[in-house]
């Protein structure tokens, strides 16, 4: 594969491309923290392919469509990739997706959460495959996020040397 690794590869099979990583400005804390064979990412919002925040802004189940949300996780879950191969030079270093912590700005009433939250579930299992893309998670229903945005994820993930 001419330099590019099997896991960007298949992203760009699937249709996907990496965003810029996120735009952070001067936040007093790291995206993507390594510590032995873990990487920890820190939440993560839906990104532009520039690394702006994506939007649509809004609460699931009230101004976004469930469908909304879905496609929102899955731009988290790009946004997490970006990161981590900022980080790590290249994303075949990930062996496998341990947690992922999905939140999602609902409307009151909404409960439909873990269906949103497995718009980046199904992307990392789909990129990543089985065996290293599974993870355990949890999906939860807040009265906000940061900007507006209606998803934020944060993840650990192992990694080789």
């Not at 992203?11 to 993507?32: K, Y």
């Not at 919002?45 to 899955?74: C, H, I, N």
């Not at 269906?115 to 990392?124: C, D, K, P, T, W």
């Not at 906000?144 to 944060?154: A, D, K, T």
């Amino acid at each position: 594969m001419s330099g590019e690794s099997s896991t960007l590869g298949r992203l760009t099979e699937l249709g996907w491309r990496l965003p810029h990583p996120m735009q952070t400005g001067s936040l007093p804390f790291d995206l993507v923290r390594i510590d032995g064979n873990r990487a920890f990412l820190s939440g993560h919002v839906p990104l532009a392919d520039d690394g702006s925040v994506a939007g649509p802004l809004g609460k699931v189940g009230g101004e976004l469509t469930p469908e909304q949300g879905f496609a929102a996780a899955q731009r988290v879950a790009l946004g997490m990739f970006a990161s981590l191969h900022q980080a790590l030079g290249d994303l075949d270093r990930i062996t496998a997706w341990l947690r992922l912590f999905g939140m999602v700005n609902v409307a009151p009433g909404f409960n439909a959460i873990p269906g949103v939250i497995n718009g980046a579930s199904e992307l990392i299992l789909d990129i990543f495959g089985k065996e290293r893309g599974a993870h355990t998670r949890s999906a939860v229903g807040m009265a906000e996020l940061p900007f507006g945005v209606p998803v934020e994820i944060e993840a650990e993930v192992a990694i080789r040397p």
